[in-house]
């Protein structure tokens, strides 16, 4: 059984710039959620993707955007990056109607 | 809507002593509730989760977990911590509606073991 995967591991960016993260769900897992986690706090949601459609968003605003693919992988975008972006960026798969979800290992994302 | 407290951010303790992390929920519905462990840099491992039934949980790597309803707590404990169990610990409840399936997580309390 595979994991949750996530790429790459770390990056810098420069604040303005556009940046897209991806995910691997793990085997047999139809729904894929992103998440922001800032230095020294909890995961907050971002949204969920579901049939290759947004099914939730929390509180981030439109720049934040993402897509999934019909092999459930999934990739988040980011535009127009603020230094406050600065996070580490974590996936988490499940299935639908499971509030269960297993997390890939993060994107360290820095901002500069 | 949901949230979660964890009112202590940092806790040492010895090794060989016992551990209880607290968890205070906010939910309207019967909660999903977990418990997650990072270590530095890494994501998120499922320490121990509670649907319904047994309000007492098993986990992995010793731990346990108990919901107690009147205090909308699931605070997590273990009788005998090891160095290795220092880490971050969150506590998170889940939403299974229309949105998805959405986590709402604490922020977190940083385990520390004294040799």
């Known amino acids: 059984e595979t994991g949750v995967t996530q790429s790459p591991t770390h990056l810098i960016k420069t604040r303005g710039q556009q940046v897209t993260l991806r995910c691997s769900s793990q085997s047999g897992h139809n729904t894929v959620s992103w998440y922001q986690q800032a230095l020294g706090q909890g995961p907050q949601f971002i949204f969920q993707?579901?049939?290759?459609?947004?099914?939730g968003r929390g509180n981030f605003p439109p720049r934040f955007s993402g897509l999934q693919f019909p092999n459930y992988s999934s990739e988040l975008n980011v535009n127009a990056l603020e230094l406050d972006d600065s996070a580490l960026y974590l996936c988490a798969s499940s299935l639908q109607g499971v509030v269960e979800a297993f997390f890939g290992q993060g994107t360290r994302l820095t901002v500069v | 809507a949901q949230s979660v407290t964890q009112p202590d951010i940092h806790i040492t303790v010895s090794e060989g002593a016992s551990l209880e992390l607290r968890c205070n929920y906010s939910y309207g519905a019967t909660p999903y509730l977990f418990w997650y462990v990072q270590s530095p840099g890494q994501g998120l491992q499922l320490l121990l989760k509670?649907?319904?039934?047994?309000?007492l949980v098993q986990g992995i790597k010793g731990f346990e977990a108990e919901f107690k309803r009147s205090q909308s707590s699931f605070n997590l404990r273990k009788p005998s911590v090891h160095w290795s169990d220092a880490a971050e610990y969150f506590c998170a409840v889940g939403a299974r509606n229309n949105a998805g399936n959405m986590l709402t997580f604490g922020g977190g309390t940083r385990l520390m073991v004294k040799p």
């Open positions: 993707y579901y049939r290759e459609e947004e099914n």
């Open positions: 509670y649907f319904s039934g047994d309000t």
